[in-house]
């Protein structure tokens, strides 16, 4: 059965306020990272951050549907665990780390168990795809959004 995960970093040539700026603002996620389709609020912080959300992604074989809880600490790390969807479990944060001068370090990690059915369809080279899309993919993503490229 597939597991889906790692941990993946870049530096950004963006303050660390930038970065959590985006890091931050999730309800923009479908804007930027590829394969996630929709990023619906439904409940908020006291700060008023998106707390939960319900998102729709590409897995390859299907579309799957989370809500994730999100928690914030300013300004090093979002994070996320998912408390209902189509995969088993989902865990993931981005973690800034200020590195002087105007750069960031951006450090994207996932833990996935997409659970026996779907774990089935996701087998072989699908399973490096989705890999490459909901991992590897990301800060290279993330460094872009900030950088204006």
């Not at 951050?49 to 579309?63: G, I, M």
């Not at 300013?74 to 189509?86: I, Y």
């Not at 973690?95 to 370090?105: A, H, P, S, V, Y």
């Amino acid at each position: 059965m597939a597991q889906l995960g790692g941990t993946r970093s870049i530096e950004v040539e963006a303050p660390i306020e930038a970065c959590w700026a985006l890091a931050a603002d999730v309800a923009s996620a479908p804007e930027w990272q590829a394969g996630m389709k929709t990023m619906r609020v439904l409940e908020t912080d006291a700060d008023g951050r998106p707390s939960l959300c319900e998102t729709t992604s590409d897995a390859k074989v299907r579309d799957v549907t989370t809500k994730l809880r999100f928690s914030y600490a300013e300004p090093q790390r979002v994070s996320w665990t998912q408390e209902k969807g189509d995969l088993k479990s989902l865990d993931g944060k981005w973690e800034l780390e200020d590195l002087g001068g105007g750069r960031t370090k951006v450090t994207y990690t996932l833990d996935g168990d997409p659970g026996r059915m779907l774990g089935m369809l996701i087998r072989g080279p699908v399973e490096g795809k989705i890999r490459d899309l909901l991992v590897n993919g990301r800060p290279a993503e993330f460094k872009a959004r900030v950088e204006g490229a």
